[in-house]
């Protein structure tokens, strides 16, 4: 099971902070990031938006990564907009 987590302005914009999926969906499987995102963003409406490359930040088991990233069944997923400091 995939733990998806989203935190900052896209927990809000999603209306959900976390959400549990099979590694399977749809006959297909969710092994890389970039088909996980592929597949949330057909999910709700408004999604495609928000989860575009470039717009959101992602990291796998707490380390940030690129959308070719392969995951695995038990991994934990975090998406997060760009922040800045100052």
Do not use: C, H
């Not at 302005?9 to 970039?34: F, I, P, R, Y």
């Not at 470039?54 to 707490?62: E, I």
């Amino acid at each position: 099971m995939l733990k998806i987590l989203f935190f900052g302005q896209l927990k809000d914009m999603l209306k959900t902070s976390a959400l549990e999926l099979d590694w399977q969906q749809d006959n297909q499987t969710l092994d890389t990031v970039s088909k996980l995102r592929q597949y949330l963003q057909t999910k709700e409406q408004g999604w495609q938006e928000y989860l575009q490359v470039g717009k959101v930040l992602v990291a796998v088991n707490q380390e940030l990564v690129q959308d070719e990233q392969v995951i695995s069944d038990s991994d934990e997923i975090a998406f997060f907009p760009p922040v800045t400091g100052g």
